[in-house]
């Protein structure tokens, strides 16, 4: 394609807003344009590259059987309703009403669609299983759209959906997936890793995600150096190793702590270390209230608290509904009170005596205050994050912390859907069975995004030759001069077909030219300059920066040789 009649608005500055160095860089080159926030269009070259990701995704699960389809972006409510989730799913779905007043969704993901689509057609066991996959744009109202096409609240996503008669199909399938994943990430140029991850409310090891190494991030991927655990910081078990209390018993005794509300406050103003201090805090699940307490130098995992009680209706209690329970706000609670809440705490709290805990009244605390002799704990438990040098729960050694971006996740749903919607199948003795359905996403415009993230250098991107949006820019430093300029035409028409090029025939100046041509980032370059009279002209490789002048006649085949060794 000629550069002059492409649509590529490269920027010299920036908006100070676009933190992330791939949203810096697309903006940069011109690949994408903000329309509103969380909300962009994709330009020619970002459209090329989506296709090519899209491509790779297509060919990898037609591999394992996975087959295309398109489903509505457009949702009734009563889908959802059926499934649970109209209410369930919170301010992220993007609900609309049609001009009767109907309810609807944009679709933030598919699984009810999808449900409804096969329980009507999937009566027979022989018909199991079956993976079907599409690829199309979500909604989601996210909190913080931010990181450009990172977190984004509208992008693309391939999204698959298996259905199957045993668990043993359903395993099969998953491992497919799994598999086909780990060839997609590489082949379009990430550097990603799978990590086991949480699973919400249906509990288990029955997903993993898959995570592209990046500082900007947002999850913690906990790993060893010396196995291949590796899980989201979300999932990753502490495991209870006791330790020996340190200080004899001593009396309970209530001081005035004025303005103190964290621990590191309290730590402060009893010069003890943060973790003597213990933490309490109130939630409420499925509606009841409960109290929590862990040491002051650890942070509750309310991940954990969700997988511990078996479901996603876990909240912080308010303020209001703080003093009311138990007379005192935030910052001055403690497990010493006369009201029917159960008291959890992390296991570690049991290496501890005389505890610093709160008086359930405001500016006042307990010093030396005793499990057993002063308060009960109903339940020890894992409900904190791991710290980095913890040992792992596989025993391979120290947990070592990196950060990652999800851009895929595979997912054992089981029956979940099949049960609340009723998509049932007849099994070989013609019994009615719920469908068992596995899911599995990938973000296809975060992927672009985490491809630059791990693919660039100070003067712009390096795409991977898997997904360039052309494999070689074709520049001419001065198209007003007609040796270069008919030089630049011939080799363009010789050797378009063999690859995909951007010939910047634009009469602008050469550092403008060269500059474009390092921030797009096409793999090879072939600047027809001032030896076009002799038939010489200068090739560039985008990555290591090597060059060399070559003859014409030489040319196709030392591009060719170039080509096949890229990476
Ligand atoms: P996150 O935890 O980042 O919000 P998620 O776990 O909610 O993502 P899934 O429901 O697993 O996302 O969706 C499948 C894939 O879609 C994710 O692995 C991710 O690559 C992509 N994705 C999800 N949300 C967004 C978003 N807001 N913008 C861009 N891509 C997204
Ligand atoms: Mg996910």
Same mark, same amino acid.
């Given at each position: 394609?000629? /550069?002059?009649?492409?649509?590529?608005?490269?920027?010299?500055?920036?908006?100070?807003?676009?933190?992330?160095?791939?949203?810096? +860089?697309?903006?940069?080159?011109?690949?994408?344009?903000?329309?509103?926030?969380?909300?962009?269009?994709?330009?020619?070259?970002?459209?090329?590259?989506?296709?090519?990701?899209?491509?790779?995704?297509?060919?990898? *699960?037609?591999?394992?059987?996975?087959?295309?389809?398109?489903?509505?972006?457009?949702?009734?409510?009563?889908?959802?309703?059926?499934?649970?989730?109209?209410?369930?799913?919170?301010?992220?779905?993007?609900?609309?009403? !049609?001009?009767?007043?109907?309810?609807?969704?944009?679709?933030?993901?598919?699984?009810?669609?999808?449900?409804?689509?096969?329980?009507?057609?999937?009566?027979?066991?022989?018909?199991?299983?079956?993976?079907?996959?599409?690829?199309?744009?979500?909604?989601?109202?996210?909190?913080?759209?931010?990181?450009?096409?990172?977190?984004?609240?509208?992008?693309? *996503?391939? !999204? &698959?959906?298996?259905?199957?008669?045993?668990?043993?199909?359903?395993?099969?399938?998953?491992? @497919?997936?799994?598999?086909?994943?780990?060839?997609?990430?590489?082949?379009?140029?990430?550097?990603?890793?799978?990590?086991?991850?949480?699973?919400?409310?249906?509990?288990?090891?029955?997903?993993?995600?898959?995570?592209?190494?990046?500082?900007?991030?947002? !999850?913690?991927?906990?790993?060893?150096?010396?196995?291949?655990?590796?899980?989201?910081?979300?999932?990753?078990?502490?495991?209870?190793?006791?330790?020996?209390?340190?200080?004899?018993?001593?009396?309970?005794?209530?001081?005035?702590?004025?303005?103190?509300?964290?621990?590191?406050?309290? &730590?402060?103003?009893?010069?003890?270390?943060? #973790?003597?201090?213990?933490?309490?805090?109130?939630?409420?699940?499925?509606?009841?209230?409960?109290?929590?307490?862990?040491?002051?130098?650890?942070?509750?995992?309310?991940?954990?608290?969700?997988?511990?009680?078996?479901?996603?209706?876990?909240?912080?209690?308010?303020?209001?509904?703080?003093?009311?329970?138990?007379?005192?706000?935030?910052?001055?609670?403690?497990?010493?009170?006369?009201?029917?809440?159960?008291?959890?705490?992390?296991?570690?709290?049991?290496?501890?005596?005389?505890?610093?805990?709160?008086?359930?009244?405001?500016?006042?605390?307990?010093?030396?205050?005793?499990?057993?002799?002063?308060?009960?704990?109903?339940?020890?438990? @894992?409900?904190?994050?791991?710290?980095?040098?913890?040992?792992?729960?596989?025993?391979?050694?120290?947990?070592?912390?990196?950060?990652?971006?999800?851009?895929?996740?595979?997912?054992?749903?089981?029956?979940?859907?099949?049960?609340?919607?009723?998509?049932?199948?007849?099994?070989?003795?013609?019994?009615? /069975?719920?469908?068992?359905?596995?899911?599995?996403?990938?973000?296809?415009?975060?992927?672009?995004?985490?491809?630059?993230?791990?693919?660039?250098?100070?003067?712009?991107?390096?795409?991977?030759?898997?997904?360039?949006?052309?494999?070689?820019?074709?520049?001419?430093?001065?198209?007003?001069? @007609?040796?270069?300029?008919? +030089?630049? @035409?011939?080799?363009?028409?010789?050797?378009?077909?063999?690859?995909?090029?951007?010939?910047?025939?634009?009469?602008?100046?050469?550092?403008?030219?060269?500059?474009?041509?390092?921030?797009?980032?096409?793999? *090879?370059?072939?600047?027809?300059?001032?030896?076009?009279?002799?038939?010489?002209?200068?090739?560039?490789?985008?990555?290591?920066?090597?060059?060399?002048?070559?003859?014409?006649? #030489?040319?196709?085949?030392?591009?060719?040789?170039?080509?096949?060794?890229?990476?």
């Amino acid at each position: 394609m000629k /550069q002059s009649k492409v649509f590529i608005p490269t920027m010299r500055e920036v908006p100070a807003e676009a933190e992330a160095l791939s949203h810096r +860089l697309l903006l940069k080159a011109g690949l994408i344009k903000q329309s509103t926030s969380g909300i962009y269009s994709y330009l020619p070259l970002a459209t090329r590259v989506l296709n090519n990701i899209s491509n790779i995704v297509r060919e990898e *699960m037609e591999s394992i059987d996975a087959v295309e389809i398109l489903m509505p972006a457009l949702q009734q409510a009563e889908l959802w309703e059926e499934s649970g989730r109209w209410g369930a799913y919170g301010p992220e779905l993007m609900r609309l009403k !049609d001009r009767n007043g109907r309810e609807f969704a944009l679709g933030p993901t598919h699984e009810e669609v999808v449900t409804s689509l096969v329980r009507d057609e999937l009566k027979s066991y022989k018909r199991l299983p079956l993976t079907l996959f599409q690829i199309q744009s979500k909604y989601r109202d996210e909190k913080r759209p931010r990181f450009g096409l990172l977190r984004g609240r509208e992008f693309i *996503m391939k !999204d &698959a959906y298996s259905f199957h008669a045993d668990e043993e199909s359903l395993d099969a399938t998953y491992q @497919d997936m799994y598999n086909a994943y780990s060839k997609i990430f590489k082949r379009v140029g990430i550097n990603a890793r799978p990590v086991v991850a949480d699973s919400g409310a249906i509990g288990g090891n029955h997903t993993h995600e898959f995570m592209a190494l990046s500082e900007i991030g947002e !999850d913690t991927i906990v790993y060893s150096n010396e196995s291949d655990y590796a899980a989201n910081i979300e999932k990753a078990e502490v495991i209870y190793h006791p330790s020996e209390k340190h200080t004899e018993t001593a009396e309970l005794s209530k001081i005035e702590t004025p303005n103190v509300k964290t621990a590191q406050e309290l &730590a402060d103003f009893l010069n003890r270390p943060l #973790d003597e201090i213990v933490k309490t805090m109130i939630f409420k699940v499925d509606g009841e209230f409960i109290m929590i307490i862990i040491r002051g130098h650890h942070e509750l995992n309310d991940v954990k608290l969700k997988a511990y009680f078996g479901t996603e209706n876990v909240e912080m209690a308010s303020q209001d509904e703080i003093v009311n329970l138990v007379g005192a706000n935030p910052g001055s609670l403690g497990p010493i009170h006369n009201k029917e809440i159960k008291i959890y705490a992390d296991n570690y709290v049991k290496d501890l005596n005389n505890l610093v805990i709160g008086a359930n009244e405001d500016g006042y605390h307990y010093v030396n205050a005793n499990v057993e002799r002063d308060f009960n704990i109903d339940e020890y438990g @894992d409900f904190r994050f791991i710290l980095e040098g913890e040992m792992l729960s596989d025993g391979s050694g120290k947990a070592q912390f990196a950060e990652g971006i999800e851009v895929g996740q595979v997912f054992k749903l089981g029956t979940k859907y099949s049960e609340a919607m009723n998509a049932t199948f007849l099994d070989n003795q013609g019994k009615a /069975q719920p469908l068992i359905m596995g899911c599995y996403g990938i973000g296809i415009s975060r992927t672009l995004s985490a491809i630059v993230e791990q693919n660039n250098d100070d003067n712009g991107i390096i795409w991977p030759k898997s997904v360039t949006p052309f494999d070689l820019h074709l520049i001419t430093i001065n198209p007003k001069k @007609d040796d270069q300029r008919e +030089l630049g @035409d011939q080799l363009y028409d010789q050797l378009n077909g063999q690859f995909d090029i951007l010939y910047d025939d634009r009469k602008e100046r050469a550092g403008v030219k060269f500059n474009d041509a390092d921030l797009i980032g096409l793999p *090879m370059r072939v600047v027809v300059g001032k030896r076009a009279e002799e038939g010489i002209v200068e090739v560039k490789q985008r990555l290591n920066g090597e060059s060399e002048e070559i003859h014409v006649n #030489d040319l196709e085949n030392y591009l060719k040789d170039l080509y096949d060794n890229l990476k």
